[in-house]
């Protein structure tokens, strides 16, 4: 079963010049630390598609994962107009989630 998570990804220029409200979801489709994680991603993002997301395979030496220092898996990079605003490293929880996007300005 795939998670989802894309080996095309877009490079850190593009990102940059992204406008408005972005997830950059890190991690692999393979990962049993993803896929326990994904219901409670799903369930918070899915709820709001006015945010971007973005699901990025990672892996060593990947150049936008690095170039944001992403070093564990999931990892969801909150980002507004390119910069980031928040970040969430293995959420244990919907309510995780949550807390980040409001506290970031992007929840409801």
């Keep these: 079963m795939s998670l989802g998570y894309q080996d095309d990804q877009p490079t850190r220029d593009e990102v940059d010049a992204l406008p408005g409200a972005t997830v950059l979801e890190f991690g692999q489709n393979w990962c049993g630390i993803c896929r326990a994680a994904t219901p409670d991603i799903d369930r918070v993002l899915n709820a709001r598609p006015e945010l ?3 699901k990025v395979a990672d892996g060593k030496g ?3 994962g ?6 564990l898996w999931p990892t969801l990079v909150l980002m507004r107009d390119g910069i980031e605003v928040a970040r969430v490293v293995r959420p244990n929880s919907a309510a995780e989630i949550e807390q980040a996007l409001h506290e970031a300005g992007l929840g409801e």
């Design 66 to 71: 690095r170039s944001l220092g992403v070093k």
């Design 62 to 64: 990947l150049p936008l």
């Design 52 to 54: 971007r997301r973005i």
